[in-house]
């Protein structure tokens, strides 16, 4: 059975950094291709990055690009997102997900998602 655990979020000060983990398990995840999407209050589940499952090639939000970094390490079956230099408007649920299909800005392209973790970027 398919399961991906997030972890490392929680409350910070604008300026500050988190890194969130995400444990995949039950399926080849070293293989698939792996997400983040967060999900603010009243708003719509949106893309942040994304990496091929080679890790060579990762993808951004033009909003995140420059101070979130994606990366994984296939061996502990993880995949991590560096966040730095978090700004208020960061504050969202924050959503790891991987397909065996490759890597996509589109949420309906992802098969498995785990259950999310609070990030919370006071001003």
């Known amino acids: 059975q398919a399961h991906l655990e997030e972890s490392g979020g929680g409350l910070v000060h604008a300026g500050g950094s988190l890194r969130l983990s995400c444990v995949a398990s039950?399926?080849?995840?070293?293989?698939?291709?792996m997400g983040w999407f967060r999900q603010a209050p009243g708003e719509e589940r949106e893309f942040v990055a994304a990496?091929?499952?080679?890790?060579?090639?990762?993808y951004y939000a033009d909003s995140v690009k420059g101070r979130f970094t994606i990366s994984r390490d296939s061996a502990k079956s993880t995949v991590y997102l560096q966040m730095n230099s978090l700004k208020p408007e960061d504050t969202a649920v924050y959503f790891c997900?991987?397909?065996?299909?490759?890597?996509?800005?589109?949420?309906?392209?992802?098969?498995?998602w785990g259950q999310g973790t609070q990030v919370t970027v006071s001003s």
């Open positions: 990496i091929s499952w080679s890790g060579a090639y990762t």
């Open positions: 997900t991987g397909d065996p299909r490759g890597t996509s800005y589109s949420q309906n392209d992802y098969m498995y």
């Open positions: 039950g399926r080849p995840f070293s293989r698939y291709a």
